[in-house]
C-alpha cells in the first residue's frame, strides 16, 4: 500500500477537529475537501435571499417596510 499524503492543515484550531477524521476518508482530496467545508460553514456569510430577509419580519405590514 502506498504511503498516505499529508493535507494542507485547516486554519487555527479547526485542524485538532478535522483531524479527527481523517481516518474516515480514504483519499487526499476528500480530506482537504472536508477542511474546506468545515471552514466554510464558520465564514460570516451576507443573506440575501427574499425569505432570510423576512425572518424577522411581520408577516403582512411588516414585509412591505423599506428595511425589510
Same mark, same amino acid.
Given at each position: 500500500?502506498?504511503? $498516505?499524503?499529508? /493535507?494542507?492543515?485547516?486554519p487555527?484550531?479547526? =485542524?485538532?477537529?478535522?483531524? +479527527?477524521?481523517?481516518?474516515?476518508?480514504?483519499?487526499?482530496a476528500? +480530506? $482537504?475537501?472536508f +477542511?474546506?467545508?468545515?471552514?466554510?460553514?464558520?465564514?460570516? +456569510?451576507? $443573506?440575501?435571499?427574499?425569505?432570510? /430577509?423576512?425572518?424577522?419580519? =411581520?408577516?403582512?405590514?411588516?414585509?412591505?417596510?423599506?428595511?425589510?
Amino acid at each position: 500500500m502506498t504511503k $498516505r499524503l499529508p /493535507c494542507p492543515p485547516a486554519p487555527g484550531p479547526l =485542524e485538532v477537529y478535522a483531524a +479527527r477524521f481523517d481516518g474516515l476518508f480514504g483519499t487526499l482530496a476528500q +480530506r $482537504r475537501g472536508f +477542511r474546506e467545508y468545515l471552514a466554510g460553514l464558520l465564514l460570516p +456569510r451576507d $443573506r440575501n435571499k427574499t425569505l432570510t /430577509c423576512l425572518a424577522g419580519a =411581520e408577516p403582512v405590514a411588516g414585509a412591505q417596510h423599506a428595511a425589510v
